[in-house]
């Protein structure tokens, strides 16, 4: 865990991003940008494609067309750079019922920065009040303590972007304000957010992605194109 600046952060872009799943478009024409200490809102109904935008962000869904760039340069020429910068937390967790949190944390810190101590580990469990849990399974953890345990990671493994879909699901009031809290701080020292949720969440001068303008009509144009690129 670090207060220092992000020092590799940069503008992170989309460009005519389009998504298909199954036999679904689920968006088209969809561009964004998010320099350093920004941070986007990702609002739309069930199924609008919130948590598909989100993997596409995190280079786990190959987008149908456009593409990402990170400070100009294309994402897909270097995946593997994209990962050690970007944190994807999705909205199921990630918990295995028979490690510890120690375990379960520590795994992921030693993963995505080759840390994983019980110091790094317990410093993020602290921040979210959950420090006293350290040598518990993840089976017996209740649904808001294993989501704090799944946003924990984002503190023991520093990255510039965060990729977090409904964060504060199961969350009480006073952990999601200490969530909003670590975004600010996160924020201020250049890193960027991107947070789908159909609640509220105080994202202060937040851009906002309504995901309902820009879903398309099954004839969209773009589509014989988008398969051939998947294909
Ligand atoms: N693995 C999958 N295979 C096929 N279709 C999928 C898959 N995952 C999602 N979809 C479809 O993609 C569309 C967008 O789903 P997505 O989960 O991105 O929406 P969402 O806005 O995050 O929804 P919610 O608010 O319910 O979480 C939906 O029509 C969904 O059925």
Same mark, same amino acid.
């Given at each position: 865990? !670090?207060?220092?600046?992000?020092?590799? +952060?940069?503008?992170?872009?989309? @460009?005519? #991003? +389009?998504?298909i799943r199954g036999e679904r478009i689920v968006f088209a024409d969809l561009d964004f940008s998010l320099a350093p200490g920004e941070a986007i809102l990702l609002l739309g109904p069930n199924g609008s494609g919130k948590s598909? #935008? *989100? @993997? %596409?962000? +995190? $280079?786990? #869904?190959r987008p149908a067309a456009g593409a990402l760039t990170w400070g100009g340069a294309p994402v897909a020429e270097d995946p593997e750079a994209h990962g050690g910068r970007s944190r994807y937390i999705g909205h199921h967790d990630a918990i295995k019922p028979v490690l510890t949190v120690r375990e379960n944390? $520590?795994?992921w810190s030693s993963l995505w920065s080759g840390d994983g101590s019980t110091a790094t580990v317990q410093r993020a469990l602290a921040a979210f009040g959950i420090a006293h849990l350290l040598d518990v399974p993840g089976r017996w953890l209740s649904a808001g303590q294993k989501r704090r345990v799944n946003l924990s990671r984002l503190l023991a493994a520093p990255a510039p972007l965060w990729l977090l879909d409904e964060?504060? !699901? +199961? *969350?009480?009031?006073?952990? %999601?304000? %200490? %969530?909003?809290? #670590?975004?600010?701080?996160? @924020?201020? @020292?250049g890193g960027m957010v991107v947070l789908s949720t159909h609640t509220d969440v105080a994202l202060p001068g937040a851009k906002v992605l309504q995901m309902d303008d820009f879903t398309v009509p099954?004839?969209?144009a773009g589509l014989d194109a988008a398969e051939e690129a998947l294909s």
């Amino acid at each position: 865990m !670090t207060d220092q600046a992000f020092d590799d +952060a940069a503008e992170f872009a989309g @460009r005519g #991003l +389009a998504c298909i799943r199954g036999e679904r478009i689920v968006f088209a024409d969809l561009d964004f940008s998010l320099a350093p200490g920004e941070a986007i809102l990702l609002l739309g109904p069930n199924g609008s494609g919130k948590s598909s #935008l *989100l @993997r %596409v962000m +995190a $280079g786990l #869904l190959r987008p149908a067309a456009g593409a990402l760039t990170w400070g100009g340069a294309p994402v897909a020429e270097d995946p593997e750079a994209h990962g050690g910068r970007s944190r994807y937390i999705g909205h199921h967790d990630a918990i295995k019922p028979v490690l510890t949190v120690r375990e379960n944390v $520590g795994f992921w810190s030693s993963l995505w920065s080759g840390d994983g101590s019980t110091a790094t580990v317990q410093r993020a469990l602290a921040a979210f009040g959950i420090a006293h849990l350290l040598d518990v399974p993840g089976r017996w953890l209740s649904a808001g303590q294993k989501r704090r345990v799944n946003l924990s990671r984002l503190l023991a493994a520093p990255a510039p972007l965060w990729l977090l879909d409904e964060p504060t !699901t +199961a *969350l009480d009031r006073a952990t %999601v304000a %200490v %969530v909003e809290g #670590l975004i600010a701080e996160h @924020r201020a @020292r250049g890193g960027m957010v991107v947070l789908s949720t159909h609640t509220d969440v105080a994202l202060p001068g937040a851009k906002v992605l309504q995901m309902d303008d820009f879903t398309v009509p099954m004839d969209w144009a773009g589509l014989d194109a988008a398969e051939e690129a998947l294909s």
